[in-house]
């Protein structure tokens, strides 16, 4: 399972351990802009999945912002998408080497993103042998939060891109 942040990992994570999935993280960003952000993002997953005894496998060494800046140049307005689908394809790609039967992500957990969209490219990523296991994880939209805050867990005030950072936060450059 793809993973962007520790919050939003707790409920997808607890629904499909209920469900008897046997399930590997994947903390794969290179969006999360600036690195501390990356690095706040990373070990919240890290401290979720020792909670729920799951193992991460995380690509600090695949962090490059530049890659992901390239990739949504001059696409600002769609963005979104690219950014879905960089991170969706090296999901998919670890899940078939990896042998794993099916690859998911996180990003199903939030009310924020593009849900359709992640939902249709998991499913144009998905192969006979490793397929894309959508739920719609945007019902444990509050117990995420309520557990993230019992657990002590960062919480981050926006998406991870550079873009996002400054959507939420022009309100602070006044007029």
């Known amino acids: 399972m793809h993973i962007c942040c ?32 990356y690095v706040k993002r990373r070990d919240g997953c890290i401290q979720v999945a020792e909670k729920l005894g799951i193992k991460v496998i995380v690509k600090d060494g695949e962090y490059d ?15 979104c998408f690219h950014c879905y689908a960089m991170r969706m394809e090296r999901t998919a790609q670890i899940a078939r080497k990896g042998g794993f ?10 009310k924020h993103q593009k849900h359709d969209e992640i939902a249709a490219l998991g499913r144009d990523l998905e ?6 296991l959508y739920h719609d994880f945007r019902e444990g939209w509050k117990e995420g939060i309520d557990v993230s805050k019992e657990w002590g867990i ?22």
């Open 65 to 79: 912002p530049q890659k992901w800046f390239r990739a949504v140049a001059h696409r600002e307005n769609n963005r």
């Open 101 to 110: 039967d099916y690859f998911t992500t996180t990003l199903l957990y939030s």
């Open 127 to 132: 192969t006979e042998k490793t397929k894309f």
């Open 6 to 37: 520790g919050p939003c990992s707790i409920t997808t994570l607890k629904t499909l351990l209920a469900q008897g999935f046997e399930v590997t993280g994947l903390f794969y960003n290179p969006n999360i802009h600036p690195l501390m952000e």
């Open 154 to 175: 960062y919480r981050q005030q926006y998406c991870g891109c550079l873009y996002s950072e400054n959507e939420r936060y022009k309100k602070e450059l006044g007029d």
